[in-house]
C-alpha cells in the first residue's frame, strides 16, 4: 500500500516549467524571438499534458485512497459510515474526502487544491504530527457536535511526505447528556449569619422574633430565584442546596445578598452580615457538605461578609471586601489556652517559629510561647534565621538574658533535635511556604498556628491547636491573651513583656491602626508587668542613613487612581524601609494605601498598606501574596519589577471594578 501512494504522491513539476519559461524569456531579450516562441509553444504543449496527467493521476490517488480507507471488511461489512478526510500534515493540503464528509460540510471537488482550514475554520494538524491520535477539542458542524480521531500513514518511497487519515464522530447526544449531567450536580451551601450574638444582644423576645424574621426573608427571597431547597439548622445557620447551573448566576451576580442583608440592623444599629460557604463537585453529598463545612470556616477564617467555594482542587473567594469586626471570644481565648498548656506539657519539647525574616511581631509571639513553655518545665527553641531578619535589636536583648543565651536555633538544628513527641508552634503566618523552615514544619507531628492574617488557601494543616483570629492587631496580642489565661504575671520576665509590646506597636503602627478593645486591654496587661513604651519606641528607630534612603524610597512613590501611592524601586533595599515608606506613605493627605516594590535577589518583594476602602489582602492575593485589609506582602519569584508593577495595576483595577 505505502509504496504505491508514495509513486502517486510524487512531487510537481512547477521548477522545471519554471526553468523552461526562464529559457524562453531570455531568448526573448536576446531577440531570439522564433526560438522563444518555440519554447514558449513547447513548454504550453508540455505544460497540458503534465495537468492531464496530474488530474488523472489525483483521481487515481482518491480511487486508491477510497478503495483503501473506506472499506472497512470484518468490521462493517462495507464503507464506513464516519465523515473522513486525508490531508498532507506538510501543508494540511486536503487529499481526499468521502462522501460523509463531503456532504457534512459542503466540500467540492475543484482544480484548486484546499487546505483542511479552509473547510473547519481554525482546525489545526499539529496533534497528529505530535503522534496522538485524538483532537483535544470538539468540533461543532450543522449543529452537531463531533470528537476528532486520525492517525498517520507513510509512504515508503516518499519518506517526506505524511498523509492523516482523519475521522469525525458524532457525539452530539452523548455530550448533551454530560452536559445536562454537569449543570444538574448538587451544589450544597452552608449560610451563616456572621455577627448574630452581637445583632441579638441584650434583645427581647419580640425583637429577636422580629429580627430573625426579618433575616429569613432576605434569605428566602434571594434563594427562590435558584430553585433550590432552604432549611434552616440552627438560629443563625442554613442549608442551601441547589444546581450547579445557577451557580455561575450567583457569581455573576457577585452573591447579591452579601449586600443586601446590610440593610438589616439591630435596635444598636449595627448592620448584619453573612457569609457562604459552598461545597462543589463533590462525588456524594457527603462529600460536598464537607467542602461546603470547610469553605464556611475559610470564610470565617478571613473575617466573614464574604462567599467561599471549594472544589476538588482549591478555594475561591468573593467579596470580603469590608474590614474585619472584632467578633473574637475570650472563651475561645481561655479553651485555646488550657488546650496548649495541655499539649506543651505532653511534649518532650517545643519549636516555634514565625514566618521567614522574623519580624518584631512574629519574635515578640514566640517569646511569649517561650513563657508559656517555662511555666511547664519544657525545653522551647525559636527557629530563627539570624542573619535575615527585623529584629536585631531585639534579638540581641534577649539573647543578654539567661533564659535566652541558647534559645535561637536554626531549621537544621531542630530538624536533629527534633522527635515524635516534638510539638512546633507556628505564629504571625498561617501559610506553609511562608514559615522559617518548611522541611520542620513537615517533620514534626503536631502543629500548633496562632496567627491574625486572613486564612490562605493553602493552610498550614493539620493543626491540633489553632489561634487564629484576623480581628487581632498581631499575634503578640493573641499570645499575651493567652499569658494572661496561662501564667501568672511574675512568671512573665520583663523583656518578654518588652517583646510582646513591640509586636503589638509594630502591627498597630504604634496603636493606630487596626486596634481593638482587647488591643488596649493586653497593652493595659504589659504595661502592668513594667514594660516602657519608650523602651520599646526605640526597637523601632532607624539611624541616619536608613532614615534618608527611606524618604528616597518615598520620592519614587506616583499617584494611581488619585489615592493610591505605589514606588516601584530597581534597586534593592531592607524589608523594614520599605515598610517603613509604605506607612510613611499614608501620613500623605489623600493617600488611602500604599503599595512599594523592590527587587531581591531572585525575586520581587511588595510591602502594602491601607486606611482606606482598599483591601491590601485582596489585591496582593491573585499575586501570591497574603496579609489582612490594612497590612500586607507578597513575595514573586522570577519576574522583574516591571512585571510585577503590571500585575499589580491590574489586580489593582480587577479589585476597583468588581
Not at 533 to 551: A, C, G, R
Request: charged fraction near 25%; proline fraction near 2%; charge should be negative.
Amino acid at each position: 500500500m505505502n509504496k504505491r501512494l508514495g509513486r502517486l504522491l510524487r512531487p510537481g513539476a512547477g521548477f522545471f516549467f519554471a526553468f523552461l519559461i526562464g529559457f524562453a524569456a531570455a531568448a526573448g531579450l536576446m531577440q531570439y524571438y522564433v526560438l522563444a516562441g518555440v519554447e514558449l509553444g513547447i513548454t504550453a504543449l508540455l505544460l497540458t499534458l503534465y495537468l492531464i496527467g496530474q488530474g488523472q493521476r489525483r483521481k487515481q490517488l482518491r480511487k486508491y485512497l477510497a478503495e483503501q480507507l473506506d472499506e472497512t471488511k470484518g468490521i462493517t461489512g462495507g464503507r464506513t459510515p464516519f465523515p473522513m478526510l486525508t490531508v498532507r500534515l506538510e501543508d494540511d493540503g486536503i487529499v481526499y474526502v468521502n462522501d460523509a464528509f463531503a456532504r457534512l460540510t459542503g466540500f467540492q471537488d475543484t482544480m484548486n487544491e484546499k487546505r483542511v482550514q479552509d473547510v473547519l475554520p481554525g482546525f489545526s494538524t499539529s496533534w497528529l504530527s505530535a503522534n496522538k491520535t485524538e483532537y483535544p477539542y470538539d468540533v461543532t458542524l450543522q449543529g452537531r457536535r463531533y470528537r476528532i480521531y486520525g492517525t498517520v500513514v507513510q509512504a515508503q518511497t516518499q519518506q517526506e511526505c505524511r498523509l492523516g487519515v482523519i475521522y469525525l464522530t458524532d457525539l452530539t447526544e452523548l455530550y448533551q447528556v454530560r452536559d445536562e449531567y454537569i449543570r444538574s450536580r448538587p451544589v450544597v451551601s452552608i449560610i451563616l449569619v456572621d455577627n448574630y450574638e452581637e445583632l441579638t444582644k441584650n434583645l427581647t423576645e419580640g425583637a429577636t422574633s422580629a429580627l430573625n424574621a426579618k433575616l429569613n426573608d432576605a434569605i428566602t427571597q434571594w434563594t427562590e430565584s435558584y430553585h433550590g431547597l432552604l432549611r434552616r439548622l440552627e438560629r443563625n445557620r442554613f442549608l442551601f442546596v441547589f444546581e450547579k447551573r445557577d451557580l455561575k448566576r450567583a457569581i455573576e451576580d457577585k452573591f447579591s445578598l452579601l449586600e443586601d442583608i446590610h440593610e438589616i440592623t439591630s435596635p444598636s444599629g449595627l448592620a448584619a452580615s453573612i457569609s457562604f460557604g459552598l461545597g462543589v463537585d463533590g462525588e456524594t453529598f457527603e462529600e460536598a457538605y464537607d467542602f461546603a463545612a470547610l469553605s464556611i470556616e475559610m470564610a470565617l477564617s478571613r473575617g466573614g461578609d464574604q462567599a467561599v467555594i471549594k472544589d476538588r482542587l482549591n478555594f475561591n473567594f468573593y467579596g470580603g471586601r469590608t474590614k474585619e469586626a472584632d467578633r473574637r471570644s475570650k472563651v475561645r481565648s481561655r479553651v485555646t489556652a488550657n488546650s496548649l498548656m495541655e499539649l506543651i506539657g505532653q511534649s518532650s519539647q517545643v519549636f516555634v517559629m514565625g514566618h521567614k525574616n522574623a519580624d518584631l511581631d512574629a519574635l515578640g509571639s514566640a517569646v511569649g510561647i517561650c513563657c508559656l513553655c517555662r511555666k511547664k518545665g519544657k525545653q522551647a527553641y525559636i527557629v530563627l534565621d539570624l542573619q535575615n531578619n527585623l529584629a536585631e535589636k531585639l534579638i540581641e536583648e534577649l539573647r543578654q538574658a539567661d533564659e535566652y543565651k541558647d534559645v535561637f536555633i536554626s531549621g537544621q538544628e531542630a530538624l536533629v533535635l527534633c522527635d515524635n513527641r516534638s510539638t512546633l508552634i507556628v505564629v504571625d503566618t498561617n501559610r506553609p511556604d511562608q514559615v522559617e523552615s518548611r522541611h520542620l514544619l513537615e517533620a514534626v507531628p503536631r502543629v500548633c498556628v496562632v496567627d491574625h492574617h486572613r486564612r490562605a488557601a493553602d493552610y498550614i494543616k493539620p493543626v491540633v491547636v489553632n489561634l487564629h483570629e484576623p480581628y487581632a492587631s498581631s499575634a503578640a496580642e493573641l499570645v499575651t491573651e493567652l499569658l494572661q489565661y496561662a501564667v501568672e504575671k511574675k512568671d512573665v520576665l520583663p523583656i518578654e513583656a518588652k517583646s510582646l509590646m513591640a509586636g503589638i506597636f509594630l502591627d498597630t503602627k504604634s496603636f493606630n491602626v487596626r486596634t481593638g478593645e482587647r488591643t488596649f486591654e493586653a497593652a493595659a496587661y504589659l504595661r502592668q508587668l513594667g514594660t516602657d513604651t519608650v523602651e520599646v519606641k526605640k526597637l523601632l528607630q532607624n539611624d541616619f542613613q536608613d532614615t534618608m534612603s527611606k524618604y528616597q524610597i518615598i520620592r519614587a512613590a506616583r499617584l494611581y487612581r488619585q489615592e493610591l501611592a505605589i514606588a516601584a524601586l530597581n534597586t534593592g533595599t531592607s524589608r523594614t524601609l520599605a515598610a517603613q515608606a509604605a506607612d510613611e506613605l499614608l501620613n500623605i493627605s489623600g493617600i488611602t494605601a500604599s503599595f512599594v516594590l523592590y527587587p531581591d535577589e531572585d525575586q520581587v518583594i511588595i510591602s502594602a498598606r491601607s486606611i482606606g476602602d482598599a483591601n491590601v489582602q485582596m489585591i496582593l492575593e491573585p499575586l501570591g501574596g497574603g496579609g489582612n485589609t490594612a497590612t500586607a506582602g507578597a513575595q514573586i519569584k522570577n519576574s522583574t519589577v516591571k512585571d510585577v508593577l503590571d500585575d499589580l495595576v491590574a489586580s489593582i483595577d480587577k479589585f476597583y471594578e468588581a
